[in-house]
């Protein structure tokens, strides 16, 4: 059986390349598929958690995660199409319009 | 409170009063309204349709609105003649105006003998004025919005003297000064109008404070403002009233002190006369109408309407006096020697003005009132004769550049002249009577003095008078020689007012006669406190005294008879105004007055304002503001440099915050 702390460090790691792939590119679609990296490695905890600790709460968070991750894709997507739309780019350093 | 009781039974008094008005269904009084009301709606047509409508149709309009006014007055006026003396007294409540706690002001009108004359005096006088304005006014391109005004001045003006409160007679006090206003600055291009409208609108505010303060004295005294209950009060609290109050000076006192000061401005007496000469720079039947007849006259009206107030205190009553014998001489004076015709008029009813105050400060109430009433159609008729001349010379006003004119309008010569005998005071003209009167009331009462400075103004209203008529219509003609071919008499329409107030100028007089006695004062006898019959010790001395006055007034004709037609004497005004040139300067620059308020009153206020602006407005107030106008720029100067647009920042601010989150929740507790 696979221990809990292998999950746990896959889960870290997973968040971390998330985090690292949201600070360091700059085209939008990749900077969202690192959040979505970000949410699937703590949905990963949870689900470790649940298993191990034989609850599922862990289980009913995953899908409340899983749910606003789609709706969050959704409205996502559309901005960033209509971004590109607007300003024929998806490099989030050319987008400065709110720039002080 | 003191007046707690007598109130009680005041208040049971209106109550049976209105249930009086209620039982009594449709009466002459229920028709009061009606009076001022044609006026205003006159007004309301011509400003808000005038410019659509033709003239005739406008000037139809103004004229009839006065005209039937005048109608229904009239007939007022006859009513109330044929009802017995005591009970010439009529009063309507409209409706409740205003009722805050215990203050209560209703809209009420009060037709007793001494409203009816002055609504016959401004009907009528109205009437004449605006059927002149037809002619006056004819080429000017706002004839609606002329008479426009001149209606709401009629409406306002009826308004005061119709009022049964003083809060009401207050709202007419403002209303025909917001007219003068609107009036004097009828040629608002002109700056010389515009400034003078100014000048008149502050003057009187001054005033007005005066008035209102006497306003407010009243109402703290007496919990009320309506003039039955005040005056009967009055009667009730006399050892109350007449205490020494504040400054040795008595309640009565400060606040027929206070109401006079507000009559100081109104009807232009030392020291505020200044705005009146200034005002002759709007059209001719404004001053004739507003400046001479009605509205300069409403102190009086108010003086001699608050006459229970003012009987029970002799010391404002000396005031009222000393005032208007000083104003009669000292505008007299300046008279003389003014150029501008207009301007001559208008000292000359500052003059008149002072007569009447003296007439009233002397307790003789009815004799002013007579004086107002005579005067009101023969300073008109003057006016409106200055006018037509102004008319037919294309706008010429200096007397220096008139002369001879008589042959070439014969019509408003001849009615002038009658208008300047009633202003001498020559017998048989109506200005002998009222005039002789309150100097004989003056000499009567013991006030020598008065008498005497109103005897020797007598003199000057000779001299000044005739010297106008001499310069403008006898002798050559000494102005433009491009006008001189077609000097033309005044068209009908300001022919024929002229015709009549020259009638009127001529019999007005009689109805006082004998003097002290006659139908006019029994007829108000009623109302003014020292009616009619109050001085008839003396009656011995009238005789003389009338003679005297007589020959005072003949002889200023006479010496502006030698001084500006007989041959002779042609170059003594020069000379003699070369000998006393000192003394010629300072009264024709009206004693410097003008120039003294500039100085010390104006231009004092113009630097504390201009302080004001630069000093504390735009450093203090705007600089507070925008001081905190320039934190907030700097603040958020500072914030912007946060907001860097760099994506990669904002996440690794979050970062940071978790990081020093976690470390906290996991160290920190």
Known sequence: MVPLWAYLLLSGFLFIVGVVGVATRRNALIIFMSIELMLNAVNLTFVAFSRFLHSLDGHVFVFFVMTVAAAEVVVGLAIIIALFRNMETVNVDEIHLLKG | MVHGNSQNRFYL?????????????????????????????????????????????????????????????????????????????LEQELFTWIRIADFKAAAGFLLDPLSA???????????????????????????????AYLNLFAFFMLLLVLANNYLLLFVGWEGVGLCSYLLIGFWFERPAAASAAQKAFVVNRVGDAGFLLGLFLIWTTFGTLQYGEVFHQAEGLHGVLTAPAGGGLSVVTWITLALFIGAIGKSAQLPLYVWLPDAMEGPTPVSALIHAATMVTAGIYMVARSSPLYTLAPFSLAVVAWVGALTAIFAATIACVQNDIKRVIAYSTISQLGYMFLGVGVGAFASGIFHLYTHAAFKALLFLGAGAVIHALHHEQDIQRMGGLRPHMRVTAYTFAVGALANAGIFPFAGFWSKDEILFAAFNGGFYVLWFLGLAGAFLTGFYMARLYFLTFEGEYRGDPHHAHDIHDAPPTMGIPLIVLAVCSVVAGFVGIPPEQGPFHQFLAPVLHHGGAAQAAAHGLAVP?????????????????????????????????????????????????????????????????????????????????????????????GLRRIQTGVVFNYVLSILVGVVIFLGYLVWGR
């Not at chain 2, 406008?58 to 017995?84: D, E, K, Q, R, T």
């Not at chain 2, 002055?118 to 008479?147: C, K, N, P, Q, W």
């Open chain 2, 13 to 89: 008094l209106s109550v049976n009063r209105e249930l009086r008005t209620v039982n009594e269904g449709f009466s002459m009084e229920n028709l009061i309204w009606l009076v001022p009301t044609f006026p205003l709606a006159g007004f309301l047509v011509n400003i808000f349709l005038g410019r659509r409508l033709a003239r005739l149709w406008v000037s139809w309009v103004a004229c009839g609105a006065m005209g039937i006014s005048f109608g229904v007055s009239l007939g007022l006026f006859f009513h109330l003649i044929n009802l017995a003396p005591h009970l010439r007294h």
């Open chain 2, 117 to 147: 004359v002055m609504i016959l005096v401004v009907t009528g006088v109205g009437f004449l004025i605006h059927v002149y304005s037809i002619g006056y006014m004819g080429e000017d391109r706002d004839f609606a919005r002329f008479f």
């Open chain 2, 545 to 637: 005294m009338a003679v005297l006055s007589l020959l005072v007034a003949g002889a200023g004709i006479g010496v502006g008879y030698l001084f500006y037609v007989s041959v002779s004497w042609r170059n003594v005004p020069e000379i003699w105004a070369a000998r006393l040139q000192g003394l010629y300067r300072v009264v024709y620059h009206k004693y410097y007055v003008d120039e003294f308020y500039q100085d010390w009153v104006v231009g004092p206020l113009d630097r504390l304002a201009f302080f004001l602006w630069r000093g504390f407005d735009v450093a203090v107030v705007d600089g507070a503001v925008n001081g905190v106008a320039r934190l907030m720029e700097m603040g958020s100067w």
